[in-house]
């Protein structure tokens, strides 16, 4: 029987009158373990994704099978092992040993989807005979939920079977997001709400990087006369219209990619709340508006046959609000930016989206409403800071004082420009070669 509040047993081995059945020279006992992860999670594609076999070496760092192959081993026989955890999305059985086991097989098999059950894990955990003919070796048995307060309260790292992910990605998720998330959730009742505040806040703190990026094509609308003047004076001349354009660029301070860093630089954090909707046990079966589990795909229409490509047999509403407001944004934001250099590139970025609604329409609508919602901010924010905030005509003055200034002949730009000259310059004298040589 589980302690109240409490989802941990003690366990112990301890062997008694067994000389005659033991050898002599036998100096480790073998414990196997073996456990079926069940398919508990309406998502079962990202169930398996996020389950497996996590480890501890008494002097490490926390180890884990793959979660992605078929079957997977790992071997630590000479690495003593405190605790091994057959961990699925949102719930783990953990063994403890108060010493520590002195080796460990970890296996990992995954099952059909036409099985019972999900994945098989296997445990081979090696343990001294001194201690179990003695004062018996003593265990712990954890079997509950990956919540991160009560696994990292237990200490030994178990707080890493929570597939967070790893290196700057996880430390962001469990130091940043989840305490913000933690806090907001004290005073606000609905996680569809708090995935809004959240949200909110990461656009605010980020701001500054969107306020550049606008100021940035803002310059690039601003110079679109000036473009479309070159473009016709070398409508000929391909190569020309590109060094031109680089020189227009560097005369009226202007920067093509001021509009794509700041988008860049915001990537580890998308990157990270992937993974920390799908992780994190405070979203499962918690409901807003018409989804019943924001840590799993919102049903709004349930179609009679399945779709390819991943798409499935429902109709997610949070990702088609996502891709129609996604378009909106791109449709607008398009209108000031130039496609000239690369006309595909206009196409591609309508098409992006439209590729992407499969793959989120499976996917846990915690994180399709924080895009959802992501989205309706940036068009607040664009057209506030457009109409509002950034004086075009300002811009205008800027730049046309910055053209009147004195370019030192350094700098990416400049070595750009350079190099195309030197190009045209090659391309000129093999064409009058040519000619020549005929």
Excluded at 174 to 199: D, E, H, M, N, P
Excluded at 277 to 285: G, L, N, W, Y
Excluded at 403 to 412: A, C, L, T, V
Aim: glycine letters at 6%; charged letters at 20%.
């Amino acid at each position: 029987m589980l302690p109240p509040n409490d989802y941990k047993l003690d366990y112990s081995i301890k062997l008694e009158g067994l000389d005659d059945v033991m050898s002599s020279s036998q100096d480790m006992l073998t414990l196997s373990w073996v456990n079926y992860l069940g398919k508990i999670e309406k998502a079962t594609r990202y169930e398996r994704t996020y389950s497996t076999l996590y480890f501890r070496p008494e002097e490490g760092r926390v180890g884990r099978c793959s979660a992605t192959a078929n079957s997977d081993k790992e071997d630590a026989d000479s690495a003593p092992l405190k605790w091994v955890s057959s961990s699925n999305q949102f719930f783990n059985t953990t063994l403890f040993a108060e010493k520590a086991f002195a080796s460990g097989v970890m296996e990992t098999k995954s099952l059909p989807e036409t099985a019972d059950y999900m994945k098989v894990t296997s445990t081979t955990l090696e343990i001294p005979v001194s201690e179990v003919t003695g004062g018996g070796f003593a265990m712990h048995f954890y079997n509950g939920p990956n919540e991160f307060k009560r696994l990292y309260a237990m200490g030994m790292g178990l707080e890493e079977v929570i597939p967070f992910g790893r290196s700057i990605l996880g430390t962001i998720n469990r130091w940043v997001i989840r305490k913000i998330f933690s806090w907001l959730s004290g005073f606000i009742g609905s996680a569809g709400l708090v995935i809004f505040v959240l949200t909110l806040l990461v656009k605010l703190l980020l701001y500054p990087l969107s306020y550049r990026m606008l100021y940035s094509q803002a310059k690039m609308s601003a110079l679109k006369p000036e473009m479309e003047k070159m473009r016709e004076k070398y409508k000929d001349d391909q190569q020309r219209q590109q060094m031109e354009t680089m020189t227009l660029y560097r005369e009226f301070g202007v920067n093509p990619l001021g509009s794509c860093m700041p988008m860049l630089l915001q990537m580890p954090i998308w990157i990270a709340l992937y993974r920390f909707f799908p992780a994190s046990i405070e979203f499962r079966q918690k409901g807003f508006w018409w989804a019943n589990d924001l840590s799993s795909y919102d049903e709004f229409i349930q179609l009679p046959f399945s779709i390819p490509f991943g798409f499935g047999d429902h109709i997610s509403m949070f990702t088609m609000l996502w891709v129609a407001t996604t378009l909106i944004y791109t449709w607008y934001n398009s209108k000031s930016m130039d496609f000239s250099a690369n006309p595909a590139l206009k196409y591609m970025q309508y098409i992006m989206p439209v590729m992407f609604m499969g793959f989120f329409n499976g996917y846990a609508s915690g994180l399709t409403a924080y895009l959802l919602f992501s989205n309706v901010i940036n068009i607040g924010q664009t057209l506030v800071t457009k109409h509002l905030i950034i004086d075009e005509k300002k811009i205008i003055r800027e730049m046309e004082a910055f053209r009147k200034k004195p370019k030192k002949e350094k700098g990416f730009s400049h070595r750009l420009q350079q190099a195309m000259k030197d190009q045209q310059r090659i391309t000129a004298e093999r064409e009058a070669s040519r000619k020549k040589g005929k």
